[in-house]
């Protein structure tokens, strides 16, 4: 166990800011740290807690030092802070700074909105792993309970990253924040997170995929634009996140993409060429690709939500001021500052949804969300190459941005996956036909059986190709604790 | 035709496009388009830094080719094409290692197998050449113990350390020592390869170390620098190397293993993998080990305490008696046992030592198949088509 009086943060604690001799921080660290691990142990089951688990740990920021894999205990995970190396002479990338050398420390002007920014990209951090707590439960393998498990602790290690900042750089009220951040839990009355989508729960294993698939994009998304920050600690902190978000889209993408193979699998052994024949597709223990779809469909739009309202002063403001950038913000070619130019976003006018020109700072939240239908688009072609293998007439698509919105423009009207605007009455008729129904979602709930062999998995997901860290097929992943 | 090529390449039905490989490759050689990511062959310099980065296993992908798959090629894969039969040598068309005088080495200490070697189909795919000499792992001595009483030949056990750095090598496998110093022209010397004799998991379970088996030689420059470390020194080391000398995963697969001296350290290895995985639940292990004496084999005492149901021992002295016993003499004389492991399609056979034991075991095996009315050729050559043959003598 994590001996919490005598810490030794610079062996425990994998970091290259020097921790150890930064007596402020270390003060404010030693003071969360023992909530932190309360907030650990009382969330994850306590069997989990008392299992080995393969577990990637990142110990330095040289690529070869931040994977080394390792059976531990989550609640003794190291988890680090680490920031990519710093680049000398970086200059900032965007807005009216551009070009002015990024600042080290936090310019006072825009001190509110920079902290603003990291708290909330700090709660959805343990929001995630608040929705998933219960999810080990019913893995379908010991393979899928530790990439679970993996996804859960680099939350985890996010979140210190986020305090990290709070409190070198936001004295006092950086430490309340971060104190905040363990207080505020994910679908509390009294406390939520503070992001609708880390309030919903993860009912299921078909929702912890399409989460990763498609929320943790949102994340990676919005980590790309910090890492453009001027503020360089962000920046640098935001650019060692996203190696680890990469994992956490693997799950996604795979997790969906072998639930789907499973189907195919199952409906070409017993003949089955209708993917419509949904009582007999069940009875196999397999989900049926339709459904599939309309776990794509709620999971795709509420991740649209978090991009906020697509025509944002707020966003404009940002941008300008060269706290977060558009993705790969460097690698666009234009001045960067963006003072003249337009940008199409579609809106509703008169029953209409049209496109029209908006001031491009405005539509930076159009812009990333529009990098991020274009990358989320990619997985969804790929498992329609799995569907279009097995010979099974079926595709899988992104609904339109239109359909199922709480935030934004569309929010006020209602449209099917096409993006044809129908009434409440249609809406309501229809509305099983595209979202996941409560009887869809108790066919789900029924599959999800644990299966805690080495090598074995549930009947409705089908093996990996590969292994993580290059393990054969039946590693064990999870050495389970029996109590 | 030109000399073939090693081309890295990205298998695009495993690959997720998150392009953290593209980001992390320093010389800018990784690029995608809207379906692919793909490495510049023209510009890869093989320093294996995308390669941990990678969340899905599908970045440590190589072909040996004529010439290099340009990249407007690969962004139209769906799938990798199959390595091409290229002929010629394996220092040329294998994979074994990555920079040249590595891989000749491996040719070299292979040539006995009297063709292309190929690993078991059931082994665990291999990391090669993550570490080079311009960019070597820095490992610690953490062990050295002689293994022998034999001052005439002195074999000493080393367990390296690599701490935080990646060393993934399986049983088999060979690493690369740096000794300090230079040669007449001033430029470092190049790394020698020493099996590694612990399996994946480590010397010790679980813990980032290795370990090796190094007899002294005369005059011999590595073998005396690695002989007289001490605990807490710092070893520059290369690799891991070698993608064919194999253990296969399949529990039933039988292993025949046929060494002198240090030729036991895969041996080693493979026996304690096993004996941490399936233990005497596996298909077996005979051995036919030689040594001068009791006194100069290598890990005499530990071979005592491993169960007979793991591993059938035949250990054989040249000098403790009258009689000289070499290992292809305990061959004949078991003559029955060899034979039944030779028709066995589960069998692979392992020969690992000094070349000059080569020939006598060759004999051996040549009377033993033709006893069972096997051309010991033709069923050699089959054999190490399946992966099922392996030789690797110095």
């Not at chain 2, 890295?8 to 010389?27: F, S």
Request: glycine residues 8%; proline residues 6%.
């Amino acid at each position: 166990m994590l001996d919490l009086i005598n810490v030794s943060y610079d062996t425990q604690i994998p970091n290259n800011v020097g921790l150890s001799s930064d007596k402020k921080v270390l003060k404010a660290l030693e003071r969360w740290h023992p909530g932190y691990i309360n907030w650990w142990n009382d969330l994850i089951p306590q069997n989990f807690q008392e299992s080995m688990v393969y577990l990637r740990t990142a110990v330095s920021v040289d690529p070869k030092g931040w994977a080394k894999f390792d059976y531990v205990k989550m609640p003794e995970y190291r988890w680090g802070v680490l920031l990519a190396p710093q680049v000398e002479d970086r200059r900032i990338p965007m807005g009216e700074h551009a070009g002015e050398l990024a600042w080290q420390e936090v310019p006072g002007e825009y001190r509110n909105m920079l902290k603003r920014l990291i708290v909330i990209q700090g709660d959805t951090e343990p929001g995630s792993v608040e929705q998933q707590r219960f999810l080990g439960l019913t893995a379908p393998s010991l393979y899928d309970m530790r990439n679970l498990f993996q996804v859960n602790v680099e939350e985890g290690r996010h979140l210190w990253a986020m305090v990290y900042l709070l409190f070198k750089y936001f004295g006092k009220d950086g430490r309340e924040e971060a104190d905040d951040l363990l207080r505020r839990s994910s679908g509390s009355e009294e406390a939520p997170r503070m992001l609708g989508a880390f309030n919903e729960e993860t009912p299921d294993w078909l929702s912890f995929f399409m989460f990763t698939y498609f929320t943790d994009r949102d994340g990676k998304m919005q980590l790309e634009s910090l890492a453009q920050s001027g503020f360089d600690p962000l920046s640098r902190t935001c650019r060692f996140m996203l190696t680890e978000e990469a994992h956490h889209m693997f799950v996604g993408e795979t997790g969906v993409g072998r639930t789907i193979q499973a189907t195919l699998d199952a409906m070409n052994k017993a003949g089955i060429t209708d993917p419509y024949d949904i009582n007999k597709i069940r009875e196999m223990g397999v989900i049926d690709l339709p459904t599939i779809q309309k776990k794509l469909n709620l999971h795709y739009t509420l991740s649209l939500d978090l991009f906020g309202q697509e025509v944002s002063t707020n966003a404009a403001n940002a941008f300008n001021s060269g706290i977060k950038g558009r993705y790969m913000e460097t690698r666009i070619d234009d001045d960067h500052r963006l003072q003249g130019d337009t940008y199409v976003v579609r809106t509703v006018k008169n029953g209409l949804i049209v496109a029209e020109d908006v001031p491009a700072l405005t539509a930076i939240n159009m812009r990333l969300r529009d990098d991020y239908v274009r990358d989320a688009a990619g997985g969804v072609g790929r498992w329609n190459k799995l569907i279009e293998k097995s010979g099974i007439d079926f595709r899988l698509t992104l609904p339109h941005e239109a359909f199922h919105r709480q935030i934004g423009v569309f929010a006020a009207i209602k449209a099917d996956p096409e993006g044809n605007i129908i009434s409440d009455d249609e809406w309501e008729k229809r509305r099983d036909e595209w979202l996941p129904s409560k009887a869809d979602g108790d066919f789900i709930t029924s599959l999800m059986k644990p299966c805690f062999e080495p090598g074995k998995f549930a009947s409705w997901i089908a093996a990996p190709k590969v292994g993580i860290d290059n393990k054969p097929g039946d590693f064990e992943y999870v050495k389970l604790h029996m109590a | 035709m030109n000399k073939p090529l090693k081309q890295h390449l990205i298998d695009p039905e495993i690959c997720i496009r998150c392009y953290t490989c593209e980001m992390t490759c320093p010389v800018e050689a990784i690029v995608h388009n809207d379906d692919n990511v793909v490495v510049d062959a023209s510009k890869c310099n093989f320093c294996m830094d995308c390669i941990p980065v990678c969340p899905t296993g599908s970045i440590d992908e190589w072909r040996v080719v004529a010439e290099p798959y340009p990249v407007d090629e690969q962004f139209g894969w769906d799938e990798l094409p199959d390595q091409e039969d290229l002929g010629g040598s394996e220092a040329d068309t294998g994979l074994e290692a990555l920079d040249e005088d590595m891989a000749a080495l491996l040719a070299e200490a292979h040539a006995g197998a009297g063709g292309k070697a190929k690993p078991p189909l059931s082994a665990a795919k291999p990391t090669v050449n993550l570490y080079t000499l311009g960019k070597p792992a820095v490992a610690k001595v953490t062990g050295i113990v002689p293994l022998t009483k034999d001052p005439g030949h002195d074999v000493r056990h080393i367990i390296l350390d690599f701490a935080g750095q990646t060393m993934p090598v399986l049983e088999g496998q060979s690493i690369g020592i740096i000794p300090p110093g230079h040669d007449a022209e001033g430029r470092p010397l190049l790394p020698r390869l020493y099996s590694v004799s612990s399996p994946r998991d480590g010397e010790r379970p679980n813990y980032n170390n290795l370990s090796l088996t190094v007899k002294r030689e005369k005059g011999g420059v590595c073998s005396n620098y690695l002989c007289d470390l001490k605990v807490g020194d710092t070893v520059q080391v290369t690799g891991p190397f070698g993608a064919t000398f194999l253990l296969p995963d399949d529990p039933e697969a039988r292993l025949l293993m046929v060494c002198t001296g240090t030729g036991s350290a895969p041996m080693r290895g493979f026996t304690m993998r096993r004996q941490r995985t399936v233990g005497g639940r596996s298909g077996g292990m005979v051995m036919f080990f030689g040594a001068r004496t009791p006194d100069a084999l290598p890990y005499f005492g530990p071979l005592k305490k491993v169960p007979a149901a793991l591993l059938e021992q035949h250990l054989v002295y040249s000098r403790a008696t009258e009689a000289k016993e070499y290992v292809q003499d305990r061959m004949m004389a078991e003559e029955e046992r060899v034979a039944e492991l030779l028709a066995d399609p589960k069998t692979h056979v392992y020969v690992c030592g000094l070349r000059g034991m080569e020939q006598g075991v060759e004999q051996a095996f040549v009377s033993i198949a033709e006893s069972i009315g096997q051309p010991w050729g033709a069923l050699k050559d089959a054999m190490r088509e399946e992966g099922r043959y392996h030789v690797e003598t110095y």
